[in-house]
């Protein structure tokens, strides 16, 4: 079986809209860059993060949920 390359891919979920403002997106962006770039995966698709912003105790998340989707069709 030949190696397969290894992707990561950048979700970040605000709990405030309010964080959107400030630089709560950048760090979390900062940091999903320094992590796939520490484990040689880049990020997929082609630098995007998938932002949205729901509190911790909500189950409904449709960036999440399209995300997911769309990873397992790749």
Do not use: C
Not at 23 to 38: F, H, M, V, Y
Not at 56 to 67: C, E, F, K, T, W
Request: charged residues 20%; negative net charge.
């Amino acid at each position: 079986m030949e190696n397969q390359p290894v992707y990561s891919v950048g979700y970040i979920r605000l709990s405030d809209p309010s964080q959107l403002l400030g630089t709560g997106d950048e760090n979390q962006g900062a940091a999903l860059r320094r992590t796939s770039q520490q484990y040689n995966a880049p990020l997929w698709p082609s630098d995007e993060f998938f932002t949205e912003t729901f509190t911790g105790s909500s189950h409904n998340r449709p960036v999440y949920d399209a995300l997911f989707n769309k990873i397992k069709v790749a």
